[in-house]
């Protein structure tokens, strides 16, 4: 379901160019290349630590290391690209994931297990810096839908190279195939709006909103759908 869910992300950008009457790699040469390929790797990283830390520690944790990594990208854009300071809003919010991490860790996971949310928090913090780094670096919707292609490119070749080095045997099902469209058209339409809100707001206050909206719906997800017993903090 993941490769097809990248298979579906590549070709959505290439043909949304073509539909807006522009040439569909035209932009491609505009894209920083490196920064967007190591962006693919990270996301990968990111989904499959995703995967092994809501196994072992559930959605609503799993959820929360995703999203406090909110913190890498803030930092790293003042510090690398000169964005302002944190603002309050930001600060409270970091100060809240924080004590939300902390109280998880009292709900009998060990502390030696803990690598898998942390795997979590690097690859996605890594990962929404890229980018915010190649979105810097671009400027209409076009370039931004090229920098999508190759990144999901990227994520493709190497979820690929991931599965042949497990020696899974990745036999075809149609449900695969439904979800991975369902995950594609998701995937990339999170990443263009992500891309264009980061043309419009600062890293220090579009990363720590929408992150943290994302974990209420993650724990309330957790808690209807998987019935995820959640203290109540």
Not at 51 to 73: C, D, E, L, N
Not at 96 to 113: M, P
Not at 209 to 215: D, E, K, L, Q
């Amino acid at each position: 379901a993941i490769i097809f869910n990248y298979v579906t992300a590549i070709a959505i950008g290439p043909l949304t160019n073509i539909i807006r009457g522009e040439m569909a790699f035209s932009a491609l040469s505009t894209v920083p290349l490196l920064p967007s390929i190591l962006t693919g790797l990270f996301m990968v990283g990111g989904f499959v630590a995703m995967s092994s830390a809501t196994k072992s520690h559930g959605v609503a944790i799993a959820t929360i290391a995703t999203r406090v990594s909110f913190i890498i990208p803030t930092i790293c854009a003042y510090i690398f690209l000169g964005e302002q300071h944190l603002e309050p809003l930001t600060s409270v919010l970091v100060i809240a994931s924080l004590i939300l991490i902390f109280f998880s860790k009292k709900e009998g996971v060990t502390l030696k297990k803990w690598y898998n949310p942390i795997s979590v928090f690097l690859c996605y913090g890594i990962a929404n810096f890229l980018l915010k780094y190649c979105q810097s670096q671009l400027s209409t919707n076009g370039e931004l839908l090229a920098l999508t292609t190759i990144t999901f490119t990227s994520a493709l070749i190497i979820a690929t190279i991931f599965s042949r080095l497990q020696k899974r045997k990745l036999a075809f099902k149609w449900k695969n195939l439904f979800a991975g469209i369902i995950l594609g058209v998701t995937n990339i339409g999170c990443t263009f709006f992500l891309l264009k809100s980061l043309t419009q707001f600062s890293t220090a206050t579009l990363y720590p909103i929408y992150n943290i909206s994302i974990v209420v719906i993650g724990v309330i997800a957790g808690r209807l759908l998987f019935k995820e017993r959640l203290t109540t903090l």
